[in-house]
C-alpha cells in the first residue's frame, strides 16, 4: 500500500532550522509532484511548498520564500523540506502529499495519499 511519512518535526527557537523528510513506501512517487502542507492550532491547512517530479521547478508560500528549500532524491523516494530562520509562526503539523491532479500547485484538493504530519514547534 503506497504511503508517505515525515519525520523531522521537534521543538526548536526561533531562528533555528530543522530538515523535515517524507519518504514514500509501497510505490515510487519519482512521476509526482510532491508538496508540502502545513495545519496550525485552530486554523486550515495551509500550501507551503512543492515540488515537480524533475526537481527543476519548485513552488513556495510567500510566508517561506526565501526561508524554506524544498529539495527531492527519487533513487530515495523521498522528498525534503529545509526550514531556517523559523519562527513562532512556523509552529504547525507539517505534512507531505502527491500531487495526482495536475491543477492549482498550492490547493490541496489536488494532492492525495496524505503522510501523517509531523510537528514542528517554534518558541520565541
Known amino acids: 500500500q503506497a504511503r508517505l511519512e515525515e519525520s523531522g518535526g521537534g521543538l526548536v527557537q526561533a531562528g533555528d532550522s530543522l530538515r523535515l523528510s517524507c519518504a514514500a513506501s509501497?510505490?515510487?512517487?519519482?512521476?509526482?509532484?510532491m508538496g508540502w502542507f502545513r495545519q496550525a492550532p485552530g486554523k486550515e491547512r495551509e500550501f507551503v511548498a512543492a515540488i515537480t517530479w524533475s526537481g527543476d521547478g519548485t513552488y513556495y508560500a510567500d510566508s517561506v520564500k526565501g526561508r524554506f528549500t524544498i529539495s527531492r532524491d527519487n533513487a530515495k523516494n523521498t522528498v525534503y523540506l529545509q526550514m531556517t530562520s523559523l519562527k513562532p509562526e512556523d509552529t504547525a503539523v507539517y505534512y507531505c502529499?502527491?500531487?495526482?491532479?495536475?491543477?492549482?500547485?498550492?490547493?490541496?484538493?489536488?494532492?492525495?495519499?496524505w503522510g501523517q504530519g509531523t510537528q514542528v514547534t517554534v518558541s520565541s
Open positions: 502529499a502527491a500531487r495526482v491532479v495536475l491543477l492549482d500547485w498550492a490547493e490541496e484538493v489536488n494532492y492525495a495519499f
Open positions: 509501497g510505490r515510487s512517487f519519482s512521476s509526482y509532484g
